[in-house]
């Protein structure tokens, strides 16, 4: 996975601009707080073959002129690929206008409702789940974002809704920091139970101790994911700019996936590099065939 050879999809990056959206968490990260637009990405510079933005959490009414605001910088931004929109799940079936409204934007490829700081009964609540199953049909995939202490909730979450493919961001947000693995992997493994989970490894940046080098405390964390996800159902995302906001430091990131799996085949590499981002996303070629028909390696 180093930048000189294989293809990369990086399948979590942010774009935003506060003169153009409101962004009511900036004002709590003020090292954030300023336009990052695709010129500022640091894998721009890289060898990264596609990137899907994700919803930077404007205001909930700005969902759609983000998604309108985003497609429009497709021209400076050749790599992007796909987004995964706002939707407001919980609003139940009447979701389904949201959803077309989406549906009617080309690059839209999955939708998320953040549950982060929700509690479990929000998730689990008759309306979320309904609104899930709207997704479900509209043949979009859903970005989970939440933490480590709602593994659980996610997995019943799953199960509720099977026809449903979710995408853990963030491998549930660990507790990086302080390296505790038990409580996380319980979790972790209830919920590679559900066959229609997979899991980004990425945003390991912003739960760990800026002061101590990051690979020694995110290798057990990517290393639990792999082992109990597969290749397969994981994929590689840089959480830029929240998570890494330098060149050296996204390819310090791209390089520390690349050590976890250690001993692992060229195709396991390729599953997590690019190919289940790919198929996960849908995303096609200028031909219009999917990315995953055409890889060989």
């Not at 987004?83 to 009617?104: K, M, N, T, W, Y």
């Not at 309306?127 to 996610?154: E, K, M, N, P, Y």
């Not at 159902?233 to 390819?251: E, K």
């Amino acid at each position: 996975m180093e930048a000189t050879s294989a293809p990369v999809i990086d399948s979590h990056v942010h774009v935003w601009d506060p003169a153009v959206l409101n962004y009511a968490w900036l004002s709590e990260a003020p090292h954030l707080n300023r336009p990052f637009l695709p010129e500022h990405l640091p894998h721009m510079a890289a060898n990264i073959r596609a990137a899907i933005f994700v919803q930077a959490d404007c205001r909930d009414d700005q969902a759609l002129k983000e998604v309108d605001w985003v497609s429009g910088l497709r021209a400076g931004w050749p790599q992007l690929a796909g987004i995964v929109a706002f939707a407001p799940i919980s609003r139940g079936d009447a979701v389904g206008q949201d959803l077309d409204q989406l549906l009617e934007r080309p690059l839209v490829r999955g939708v998320r409702q953040l549950f982060q700081d929700r509690d479990e009964s929000f998730m689990l609540h008759p309306a979320t789940l309904a609104g899930a199953r709207q997704v479900a049909a509209s043949g979009l995939v859903f970005d989970a974002c939440i933490r480590a202490r709602q593994l659980a909730a996610l997995a019943e979450f799953a199960r509720c809704v099977p026809d449903l493919l979710i995408v853990l961001d963030h491998m549930g947000k660990p507790p990086v920091a302080s390296g505790e693995l038990t409580a996380w992997r319980s979790g972790m493994q209830e919920l590679a139970r559900q066959e229609n989970v997979v899991v980004k490894i990425s945003g390991v940046g912003a739960e760990a101790d800026p002061h101590r080098a990051l690979a020694p405390q995110a290798l057990p964390f990517i290393q639990e994911t792999l082992h109990l996800f597969g290749a397969e159902r994981c994929m590689i995302g840089s959480d830029c700019p929240v998570s890494l906001t330098s060149p050296a430091a996204y390819q310090d990131w791209i390089t520390i996936v690349d050590k976890a799996m250690a001993g692992a085949s060229d195709s396991e590499r390729g599953s997590v590099s690019h190919r289940t981002a790919a198929r996960v996303y849908q995303l096609r070629d200028d031909a219009g065939q999917t990315a995953t028909n055409q890889e060989k390696d």
